[in-house]
T-cell receptor
Framework: KAGVTQTPRYLIKTRGQQVTLSCSPISGHRSVSWYQQTPGQGLQFLFEYFSETQRNKGNFPGRFSGRQFSNSRSEMNVSTLELGDSALYLC????????????????FGPGTRLTVL | ELKVEQNPLFLSMQEGKNYTIYCNYSTTSDRLYWYRQDPGKSLESLFVLLSNGAVKQEGRLMASLDTKARLSTLHITAAVHDLSATYFCAAGADGLTFGKGTHLIIQP
């Protein structure tokens, strides 16, 4: 079974630009979550999409947005980039991590390393 | 707001020794996760603990959960160099809250 894929793997942008990151979940998984990892703040939850709907959201400004398509692929967009947005962005897929079964772990992709200059 | 604290944050140990990483969380969480991250790599799922008293073991790693104490432990038995990595615990019911990670170095 193919794992979670993320594209691109590396990005360099300048302040004020916007960026779109893509995540393809494991086949059959309907949930995609996004996380930001930085040395200072660690791993922080951005949002989760389930069946094309944003189901949960972390504490990030509105410049961070996302969407999920009918094939469960997800994109994350960051507008008006700031230096502090430089980070590793990880997506994770699962059948339903917060559902009744409760046994579903999240499988993480390799991440997109974003550098904002 | 859920807070997750791990300790220690850094741990250097010798091969063959045993050690425990602790993970405390501040509010009720019905599940607790442990992940491993190697330098420059993504997160690898180790354990999902769902109920009080849950214990799971994989090789030299054993994780347990005490929901009353809001405490999970990751115990390493007879450590080997290949277990060197950063270990994260995470909790939450609508988005994971991660601890800061324990950077583990196992020296021959």
């Amino acid at each position: 079974k193919a794992g979670v894929t993320q594209t691109p793997r590396y990005l360099i942008k300048t302040r004020g630009q916007q960026v779109t990151l893509s995540c393809s979940p494991i086949s059959g998984h309907r949930s995609v979550s996004w996380y930001q990892q930085t040395p200072g703040q660690g791993l922080q939850f951005l949002f989760e999409y389930f069946s094309e709907t944003q189901r949960n959201k972390g504490n990030f400004p509105g410049r961070f947005s996302g969407r999920q398509f009918s094939n469960s692929r997800s994109e994350m967009n960051v507008s008006t980039l700031e230096l502090g947005d430089s980070a590793l962005y990880l997506c994770a897929s699962s059948l339903d991590p917060w559902g009744a079964l409760g046994t579903d772990t999240q499988y993480f992709g390799p991440g997109t390393r974003l550098t904002v200059l | 707001e859920l807070k997750v604290e791990q300790n220690p944050l850094f741990l250097s140990m010798q091969e063959g020794k045993n050690y425990t990483i602790y993970c405390n969380y501040s509010t009720t969480s019905d599940r607790l996760y442990w992940y491993r991250q190697d330098p420059g790599k993504s997160l690898e799922s180790l354990f999902v603990l769902l109920s009080n008293g849950a214990v799971k073991q994989e090789g030299r790693l054993m994780a347990s959960l005490d929901t009353k104490a809001r405490l999970s432990t990751l115990h390493i038995t007879a450590a080997v160099h290949d277990l060197s990595a950063t270990y994260f615990c995470a909790a939450g019911a609508d988005g994971l809250t991660f601890g800061k990670g324990t950077h583990l170095i196992i020296q021959p």
